[in-house]
């Protein structure tokens, strides 16, 4: 089933910002706010708690480092041990460098991986994509059109009175 | 509606544009056809590839017994090559990873093309030990995987550690660069003419919808990776150091190696980038982009890392006195006065001397005297390499193996190869991709200047 959505789109970074601060004010909720760049403040509109990602960071940096650690020792002094210039089969500081190594790789490639998995960015999926011009200039508010209590006039008037360029209504 | 521009920062973008314009400038290049430049550009260091890759069918199906190696100097040119390349690697994470948590803003225009730069060096690097291997078709020998020999890998050789360290760093940067592409990604996808050009780009650009939610958890993500790479790019020239310190040869075995290979590797990196882009801002029309301040910032980063440099080559001799080991002393004075003097001066004067020519603010802003100073410390860097690894090997313990090296035309040819695989490959990336970060750009376009907004 396809949902319905009220766009409305602006030239002017500020202007969005002000209509977006305006609609809160009449606790109309703001579906999503697409901007061709990061637009600071807009937060608390949106209602976005902040990210989970450093903790997926920290917990798959740790995971990394662990493995990385444990199977150095398992191959060095469990499974094969060998005698390499008369060194301790355990050679902890030797295996710091590769350690560290794993641990950034964990770290790095899980947490791109969470980030893709939960803003929904696959090869194959492309139906979040509410106005063309949102990846260059245009800064689009949309808000879901849910059921008969959504005042479609007066907030259509409200996006135009803060200076959107083009109000209309998208079935994603 | 007012507009106050700063009198104390200069802005980054040095012409009024507007983010359509942003987009045009970038994008305009790369959706129309190739001109003659670029096809004349292209047709020459494809060329040169061409002449590499059979160099290398010839060196592998012959055996390395092409190279100029002899008993006493076992790594030579093969070596040098793969620590150049690599270290040119590491100014494309410093702009685009430490300059990011320093929240360097002018590194906005030049952190796409400095991050491809790196991941390209890299995979020049990378051919180096593959081909010294002797047999690349075993080259997964290198990783630990159950296998039928039933044998593991020595995880007490730096030579190990160089494995993980350059393919970490190669994977994590490959994919920080991509994951800054894609808003740009998405940017071309909505510009596509051609029902082929939007499909290809409506996979890659990963349904980038440049939603406000992605944008905030997009954010933090390149924090996490510009702060993960950081230590990384530090880890890696670190461990490439050590492959020689970790040794006992007079020269090699050395606890200043790690930082002294880490400044060397961004002063050769920031030489490279400032050799590209000073022809890039030219013949793709970015001056207003990537505009003489920001090749000023890049001249001080040369100035400082040149001198820490020179300071190390300084301690490598204070220590080799202080030391009062024979050895250790006989291999620096035969470095600054042996044979290959012409080879450790050539060193000193392009990586030392020249660079100083920076503290001067007329220097910094003539971009051909910036251009030349690059070319020598591509030079130089090279050169310390070198001098490095061939003259701490030429002179053994026994005077009766003292030898001389020099190379076979394989090996010239070979490097010659690993310039065409470089300048191909970012031939290709202007061409194909976006070389300013378009999105990034838009952040700091009314930078130091303030738009007053009255309701």
């Not at chain 2, 995880?155 to 592409?181: C, K, M, N």
Request: glycine residues 6%; charged residues 15%.
């Amino acid at each position: 089933m396809s949902k319905k959505y009220l766009l409305g789109v602006f030239h002017d970074e500020h202007d969005m910002i002000h209509a977006a601060k305006e609609l809160k004010k009449n606790k109309i909720d703001i579906h999503d706010i697409y901007t061709p760049f990061p637009v600071h403040g807009l937060d608390q509109y949106l209602e976005i708690r902040p990210t989970r990602l450093p903790l997926v960071t920290l917990i798959a940096g740790t995971t990394g480092l662990v493995l990385a650690l444990l199977f150095q020792y398992w191959v060095s002094v469990i499974d094969w041990p060998i005698n390499v210039g008369g060194k301790p089969f355990n050679s902890f500081a030797a295996f710091i460098p590769v350690a560290f190594e794993i641990t950034v790789l964990f770290g790095a490639f899980i947490t791109v991986f969470a980030f893709l998995m939960r803003s929904k960015l696959i090869p194959i999926f492309s139906g979040g994509i509410m106005h063309a011009g949102a990846t260059q200039d245009k800064f689009v508010i949309a808000l879901a059109v849910k059921d008969a209590s959504f005042d479609l006039q007066s907030i259509s008037k409200t996006l135009g009175a803060f200076g959107a360029s083009e109000v209309s209504i998208k079935e994603v | 509606m007012s507009e106050v521009v700063s009198k104390l920062r200069k802005p980054l973008v040095s012409k009024d544009r507007t983010y359509t314009e942003v987009s045009d400038d970038v994008l305009s290049v790369i959706e129309k056809p190739p001109g003659n430049l670029w096809k004349i550009c292209i047709s020459i260091s494809a060329s040169l590839l061409l002449m590499g890759i059979i160099v290398v069918g010839y060196q592998v199906s012959t055996g390395i017994g092409t190279w100029g190696l002899n008993k006493t100097i076992g790594w030579s040119w093969d070596i040098t090559n793969f620590v150049f390349w690599v270290g040119i690697g590491h100014a494309g994470t410093l702009i685009s990873a430490i300059l990011l948590l320093f929240r360097q803003k002018w590194r906005t225009s030049i952190n796409r093309a400095a991050e491809a730069m790196t991941i390209i060096a890299v995979m020049c690097a990378g051919i180096y030990p593959i081909i010294h291997m002797g047999r690349p078709w075993l080259a997964h020998w290198v990783f630990p995987y159950p296998n039928t020999r039933s044998l593991w890998l020595n995880f007490r050789s730096p030579l190990l550690w160089d494995v993980f360290a350059i393919s970490t760093y190669f994977s994590v940067s490959a994919v920080f660069w991509y994951i800054g592409l894609i808003p740009d990604l998405a940017n071309m996808r909505d510009r596509a003419k051609t029902p082929l050009k939007k499909r290809i780009l409506t996979i890659v650009s990963l349904g980038w919808s440049g939603s406000h939610r992605t944008w905030h958890r997009y954010e933090m993500l390149c924090l996490i990776l510009a702060g993960l790479a950081t230590p990384l790019v530090v880890s890696v020239h670190t461990i490439v150091s050590m492959d020689f310190a970790t040794s006992i040869i007079p020269g090699w075995h050395a606890t200043i190696f790690p930082p002294y290979f880490v400044a060397g590797a961004v002063f050769s990196g920031f030489a490279m980038v400032l050799t590209l882009l000073i022809i890039l801002r030219k013949v793709m029309n970015f001056e207003h982009y990537i505009t003489p301040s920001h090749i000023e910032a890049m001249c001080k980063v040369l100035l400082c890392t040149g001198m820490l440099v020179g300071l190390a080559y300084g301690t490598e001799f204070f220590i080799a006195w202080y030391s009062g080991n024979q050895y250790e002393r006989f291999v620096f004075l035969n470095r600054a006065f042996g044979p290959y003097a012409w080879a450790y001066w050539t060193m000193v004067v392009c990586n030392v001397f020249i660079p100083q020519l920076f503290w001067l603010k007329s220097v910094r802003n003539n971009l051909v005297i910036v251009f030349i100073i690059s070319i020598f410390v591509n030079i130089g860097m090279w050169f310390e390499r070198f001098v490095i690894i061939t003259t701490s090997l030429h002179r053994d313990f026994l005077p009766s193996s003292w030898a001389m090296f020099s190379p076979t035309w394989v090996e010239i040819c070979t490097f010659i190869g690993s310039f065409g695989l470089f300048f191909t490959l970012f031939f290709l990336f202007v061409r194909f991709l976006p070389a300013i970060a378009i999105s990034e750009v838009k952040t700091v376009l009314n930078y130091a200047k303030h738009k007053d907004h009255h309701e």
